[in-house]
């Protein structure tokens, strides 16, 4: 899991996304705020989707630390091991490139999201 900024209307969002173990996109949500709250409801959405994995690979982002933490202390990803090693997490790093190479191009939330959502298919 992962996210990043890209530009919307002259106004930077936050796309957090997630893929599985073969670089296959799991889901993607966009958000105005990167913060504790958005990383904790994408990661309760991923849950209710897919169940919970063995692993979850982020990277040191605040936001999604606490947020995993939370959930924990909710009663979910009891048996998932987070891991934050630099490395492990470049095949999304790499992933979001093609999505900011198109990122000058949109107008509107609506558009940048179907958008994405058909590149990743």
Do not use: C
């Not at 990043?4 to 670089?23: E, P």
């Not at 897919?50 to 630390?65: C, H, N, R």
């Not at 009891?78 to 992933?95: G, S, W």
């Not at 949109?106 to 590149?119: D, E, F, G, H, P």
Request: glycine share 4%.
């Amino acid at each position: 899991m992962d996210e990043t900024y890209i530009k919307i209307k002259g106004k930077w969002h936050y796309l957090y996304r997630a893929i599985d173990a073969d670089g296959l996109t799991l889901d993607i949500w966009l958000r105005k705020k990167r913060d504790t709250q958005a990383a904790y409801a994408f990661l309760k959405r991923l849950k209710k989707q897919f169940g919970e994995p063995k692993v979850l690979v982020t990277d040191k982002a605040p936001s999604i630390g606490s947020a995993f933490k939370k959930l924990q202390k909710n009663g979910f990803y009891l048996k998932t091991e987070h891991r934050t090693v630099k490395y492990l997490n470049n095949l999304i790093e790499q992933d979001h490139r093609p999505i900011k190479r198109r990122s000058k191009f949109y107008r509107s939330l609506r558009t940048a999201y179907t958008t994405m959502v058909l590149v990743q298919k």
